[in-house]
């Protein structure tokens, strides 16, 4: 219902924040890698959002990106994973690390996160293999940049795969592939090689 604010900032109350739409102020609750990216008080902000509707409860979640907001509702589909464990996840693990996380079934990774076990981060792993959004590890800092610098290249090795691997795969595509396909099609070379 609600998929977008875009407002003056006026509270920073980890993880909320409060948020001035045209005179209205909405309570967001945000992961700590939004939280942590966001302007000085009183500037203008823009968020993606997610609104819950409970029985006891009216909730609204924002992040910076549209890639948080994608994983947050992966995350949110998954038996046992609600909105508080996803936002904690999200402000654990960047999307990067996340993918790539998945991509290894590293479960050790997420289980450093608070309120995640050893069960919910199997459950986790097993969920989210071949549902998470792969355009999401694009966004990730951090990650090595290859030679040739590109997005595929680049979601590759945050999804794992050493640079050799990535770069090879990024040659055999078509030069007028688009990220989104081209990662799609630079993961089934990776399959089969």
């Known amino acids: 219902m609600i998929g977008r604010l875009s407002g003056v900032l006026l509270e920073k109350n980890p993880p909320q924040i409060l948020l001035d739409v045209q005179g209205v102020g909405y309570e967001v609750d945000v992961p700590m890698s939004t939280f942590y990216n966001l302007p000085a008080l009183n500037e203008k902000v823009v968020l993606h959002t997610h609104f819950v509707v409970r029985e006891d409860a009216q909730l609204l979640y924002g992040f910076a ?41 590293d479960a050790s990774r997420l289980t450093k996160i608070p309120g995640v076990g050893k069960k919910t981060a ?38 794992g795969y050493n640079e050799k691997e990535a770069d090879w795969a990024a040659k055999q595509l078509p030069k007028d592939a688009d990220v989104s396909g081209g990662i799609r099609q630079a993961l089934k070379l990776l399959s089969k090689a």
Do not use: M, W, Y
Not at 78 to 86: M, Q, Y
């Open 122 to 159: 199997e459950r986790l792993l097993l969920e989210l293999q071949g549902k998470f959004s792969v355009a999401g590890a694009t966004t990730a800092q951090g990650t090595v940049v290859a030679s040739s610098g590109s997005d595929i290249v680049n979601a590759l090795l945050a999804l």
């Open 65 to 105: 990106t549209h890639e948080e907001r994608i994983a947050f509702r992966q995350l949110l589909k998954i038996s046992g994973v609600g909105p508080k464990l996803a936002l904690s996840v999200l402000s654990g693990l960047s999307i990067g690390d996340l993918a790539a996380a998945v991509a290894n079934k």
